[in-house]
Structures are given as structure tokens and as C-alpha cells.
């Protein structure tokens, strides 16, 4: 087998030329606000380019988990910028727990700008995905539970493109600094299709 060189995975800061090429690591803020954003920026990113790939390559249930991952991780990175914003923190800081981030965010001002309806759309968003993401663990372990059950035997499909729009569209309210456009509305009810229906892609 061919083992690649270990020489020039990373490269320490210089001024030098870096053999055989490379992406800057560092997320390029001023300070850790900026930081906070450019994440949330490359995650957006990541999750985008994952969704586009499983519903162009006719088999997405190879990226099933990887999607989960990057959305909920997405979602704690939304979430910890709104709530610095409002310079809150949820009872558990150091966990994953999305609703208990979702509404320390709201409790304290943080989708003040923002209509009712986008918030508790928001706060709705959170306690729909919360299940399937299970704090981020599904997508990086194939034995998570919920409640002592496996995954696979709570939930049969995702759609991977329902649950990227309604994402990207609660980390636009979420993190309003970001000047993206992130399209039509969507139906948090699209985000998970019946497993007795059509699906798209299988846990």
C-alpha cells in the first residue's frame, strides 16, 4: 500500500512557500466575534456542499450522517453567536443541547429583531431537528440513542434538502450579521417526510 509523506499536512505561520499547497486555517476574524461568524460561515458552506453532492451523486444515504452532523453543528455555532450577542449563556453551556441554547437565546433578546413568528419559527425548528441530531452524536457514532433506542429505529429518511433550507433560513435569523440571501421561506414541516411515504434518502 501506498503510504503518503506526513511532511506537509499542516504548516506552522510563516512567510514561506508551503509544499504542495494549502487552505489558510485560521478563520481570519479581528477578534472573537468575527471568529464566531466565519464559522458559522464555513459550516454553512460545508452543509451545502454535502446536501448538493447526495442529491447529485443518486446516492445520498452515503452522507446521511455527515448532513446530520453538519447541521446540528451549524446550529451550535448559530446559537452561540446569538447568544454572545446578547452576552447569555443556556444553563448547560458545555453541552450540545440545542432547545435548552434556542431558547436562552430567546429568553434573552436574541431574536429581538426579528418578528414572533420568525422566533417561535426558530425556537419550532430547533425542537423539530433536536430528535434526529441528538445533540450532534448520530453523526459521528453510529450507536447513538435517544431514549434507549438506536436512531435507525426512531426515524427512517431525512430530506436532506428540506432540512439544509430550513437551516440555512434559522441561521440567517439567527446570526443577522451575515449578508446572505437565504431564499424562499421554508416549511419546517418538509423538513422530515413520513416513513411510511416517498423518502429520499435512509438513515
Given at each position: 500500500m501506498?503510504?503518503?509523506?506526513?511532511?506537509n499536512?499542516?504548516y506552522?505561520p510563516?512567510?514561506?512557500?508551503?509544499?504542495?499547497?494549502g487552505?489558510?486555517?485560521?478563520?481570519?476574524?479581528n477578534?472573537?466575534?468575527?471568529?464566531r461568524?466565519?464559522i458559522?460561515?464555513?459550516?454553512?458552506?460545508a452543509?451545502?456542499?454535502?446536501?448538493?453532492?447526495a442529491?447529485a451523486s443518486?446516492?445520498?444515504?452515503?452522507?446521511t450522517?455527515?448532513?446530520?452532523?453538519a447541521?446540528?453543528?451549524?446550529c451550535?455555532d448559530?446559537?452561540?453567536?446569538?447568544?454572545?450577542?446578547?452576552?447569555a449563556?443556556?444553563?448547560?453551556?458545555?453541552?450540545h443541547?440545542?432547545?435548552?441554547?434556542?431558547?436562552a437565546?430567546?429568553a434573552?433578546?436574541?431574536?429581538?429583531?426579528?418578528?414572533?413568528?420568525e422566533?417561535?419559527?426558530?425556537?419550532k425548528f430547533?425542537?423539530?431537528?433536536?430528535?434526529?441530531?441528538l445533540?450532534?452524536?448520530p453523526?459521528?457514532f453510529?450507536?447513538?440513542?435517544?431514549?434507549?433506542a438506536?436512531?435507525?429505529?426512531?426515524?427512517?429518511?431525512?430530506?436532506?434538502?428540506?432540512?439544509?433550507?430550513?437551516a440555512v433560513?434559522?441561521?440567517?435569523?439567527?446570526?443577522?450579521?451575515?449578508?446572505?440571501?437565504?431564499?424562499?421561506?421554508?416549511?419546517?414541516?418538509?423538513v422530515?417526510?413520513p416513513?411510511e411515504?416517498?423518502?429520499?434518502e435512509e438513515?
Amino acid at each position: 500500500m501506498f503510504l503518503p509523506s506526513l511532511e506537509n499536512l499542516a504548516y506552522p505561520p510563516d512567510d514561506g512557500d508551503h509544499p504542495g499547497g494549502g487552505h489558510c486555517a485560521g478563520l481570519g476574524g479581528n477578534n472573537p466575534a468575527e471568529d464566531r461568524i466565519n464559522i458559522v460561515t464555513q459550516y454553512l458552506t460545508a452543509l451545502d456542499l454535502l446536501v448538493d453532492h447526495a442529491l447529485a451523486s443518486g446516492n445520498g444515504w452515503e452522507l446521511t450522517r455527515p448532513i446530520l452532523f453538519a447541521v446540528h453543528q451549524l446550529c451550535e455555532d448559530a446559537l452561540a453567536v446569538a447568544l454572545s450577542r446578547v452576552h447569555a449563556k443556556a444553563k448547560n453551556e458545555s453541552r450540545h443541547g440545542l432547545p435548552e441554547k434556542v431558547r436562552a437565546a430567546a429568553a434573552n433578546g436574541a431574536y429581538d429583531h426579528v418578528s414572533a413568528e420568525e422566533r417561535d419559527w426558530c425556537i419550532k425548528f430547533i425542537e423539530t431537528i433536536d430528535p434526529f441530531t441528538l445533540d450532534g452524536f448520530p453523526g459521528r457514532f453510529a450507536q447513538s440513542r435517544k431514549g434507549g433506542a438506536p436512531l435507525d429505529e426512531l426515524w427512517c429518511c431525512i430530506n436532506p434538502a428540506a432540512i439544509r433550507d430550513a437551516a440555512v433560513v434559522f441561521t440567517m435569523i439567527s446570526v443577522p450579521e451575515l449578508a446572505v440571501d437565504p431564499g424562499p421561506a421554508t416549511d419546517i414541516d418538509e423538513v422530515l417526510r413520513p416513513a411510511e411515504g416517498h423518502v429520499d434518502e435512509e438513515l
